[in-house]
């Protein structure tokens, strides 16, 4: 399962505190270290969001409880909780993903289509992945970019590793050891999703931080 979360921005300051309070004082200290309001409100909606799904998917686990992170920053859900899944964060612009699978590992990437320096690019991409990029007509090229670009992120997340693993190196033949998606968000975001095991969902569901706060005050 995958959702998309847009944020309006429309969540005031004391919901935000009332929202925090919901979080581990560890989360919590995390999300207050950010100085930019944009980027608190941003990390808040990330977890809750997490929370969301775990309620209705998986209601048994005590996610607040086992909520963890590894020493490179990843979320997790402690084994202690007997759940076997995995679950992945991603952000961009206004929208935060979150995407959930109940075994194996998962990665998610969003990203915003917008031209780059083709110097950027080609410190990104395989030799054979730049030539394909030159070869796109340009009103695709830069989407072409982004499939690339986010599967290669996707990818390095799923595995733990992030932006630690050479992006170049995370060629199109990888994709041989993972099932991946790609989904247009809007018109100016695309996302891709990988899991190591089990199907890949077809449609993404949409929410929006008004949505997510209803939810949260009627818990």
């Not at 996610?63 to 952000?91: C, E, I, M, T």
Request: aromatic share 12%; charged share 25%; hydrophobic share 35%.
């Amino acid at each position: 399962m995958i959702i998309a979360v847009r944020n309006t921005g429309y969540i005031s300051d004391r919901k935000q505190a009332c929202f925090l309070s919901v979080l581990s004082a560890e989360e919590q200290q995390r999300i207050l270290n950010y100085k930019r309001i944009e980027d608190r409100q941003r990390a808040l909606l990330g977890i809750l969001t997490v929370y969301y799904m775990f309620q209705h998917y998986y209601p048994y686990i005590e996610v607040a409880k086992w909520y963890r992170r590894d020493k490179r920053g990843r979320p997790y859900v402690a084994l202690s909780s007997g759940w076997q899944g995995d679950f992945n964060l991603s952000h961009a612009g206004k929208w935060i993903i979150c995407a959930m699978t109940e075994k194996g590992r998962i990665g998610v990437d969003i990203e915003e289509i917008q031209p780059l320096d083709c110097k950027v690019a080609f410190e990104c991409l395989t030799s054979e992945e730049y030539a394909s990029l030159l070869q796109q007509k340009e009103a695709n090229r830069w989407t072409f970019f982004y499939e690339k670009w986010t599967r290669k992120e996707a990818i390095g997340k799923a595995i733990g590793t992030g932006l630690l693993t050479p992006a170049c190196f995370l060629s199109i033949e990888a994709k041989n050891s993972w099932s991946i998606r790609h989904y247009c968000i809007d018109e100016a975001h695309i996302a891709c999703l990988c899991v190591s095991e089990g199907d890949l969902p077809e449609r993404v569901t949409y929410m929006t931080d008004v949505e997510m706060e209803r939810y949260w005050i009627r818990e």
